[in-house]
């Protein structure tokens, strides 16, 4: 199975603040990595799929890079509602695996 | 509007079994493929099972294998997923997601609002 190491585990920001996740997977994935926003209590939502392509109505402030093993979800100026955990999945081959989320807090 | 809503949850007695489903609108439910992703409280998200579009290709996690079922009746818009054999470490909020087509396939495009099995004596 393909590992995906998800880090951080947990985030302090603030309103307009920058941040980056990161996700390395066990394996060379070829960009097949997408990126889940979790608010509590609700289903997760997708946000980018094939490393860099926004899902429709996803805001420009999220921004999906990456390649082989390294990949990175970046929001450019938080905004309130961005508050929440985040998923990396890599969809190379099954099973489908998740990183561990990435709580972001408001400091 | 792409709709997808889970239903059979509830509690159930280790050895116990469950039957999910999961009915679909809003979008050709025929031409997707689906999944189930299960989240065991305050974790992470933990794929389950897969279903090809029409049935015949499926693949299982290791943690469910021989015990879990996925299935689906295209005529009635419906996935299912039977749950045999339950433990407690089963116990979680089950979601069903759609597996997106074209330049989306992979990833799971719309997902549920999930329901909820606890397995507990």
């Known amino acids: 199975d393909i590992h995906m190491t998800q880090s951080p585990s947990s985030l302090s920001a603030s309103v307009g603040d920058k941040v980056t996740i990161t996700c390395r997977a066990s394996?060379?994935?070829?960009?097949?990595v997408a990126w889940y926003q979790q608010r509590p209590g609700k289903a997760p939502n997708l946000l980018v799929y094939?490393?860099?392509r926004l899902h429709t109505g996803v805001p420009s402030r999220f921004t999906g890079a990456g390649s082989g093993t390294d990949y990175t979800l970046t929001i450019g100026s938080l905004e309130p509602d961005d508050f929440a955990t985040y998923y990396c999945?890599?969809?190379?081959?099954?099973?489908?695996?998740f990183g561990q989320g990435t709580k972001l807090e408001i400091k | 509007e792409v709709q997808l809503v889970e239903s059979g949850g509830g509690l159930v007695q280790p050895g116990g079994s469950l039957r999910l489903s999961c009915a679909a609108s809003?979008?050709?439910?025929?031409?997707?493929?689906m999944n189930w992703v299960r989240q065991a409280p305050g974790k992470g998200l933990e794929w389950v099972s897969y279903?090809?579009?029409?049935?015949?290709?499926?693949y299982y996690a290791d943690s469910v294998k021989g015990r879990f079922t996925i299935s689906r009746d295209n005529a009635k818009n419906s996935l299912y997923l039977q749950m045999n054999s339950l433990r407690a470490e089963d116990t979680a909020v089950y979601y069903c997601?759609?597996?997106?087509?074209?330049?989306?396939?992979?990833?799971?495009?719309?997902w549920g609002q999930g329901t909820l099995v606890t397995v507990s004596s």
């Open positions: 999945q890599q969809y190379f081959t099954y099973p489908y695996t």
């Open positions: 279903i090809s579009s029409s049935g015949s290709t499926i």
């Open positions: 394996q060379v994935i070829i960009n097949s």
């Open positions: 997601a759609r597996d997106g087509r074209g330049s989306y396939s992979g990833c799971l495009d719309y």
């Open positions: 809003g979008f050709t439910f025929s031409s997707y493929e």
């Open positions: 094939a490393t860099s």
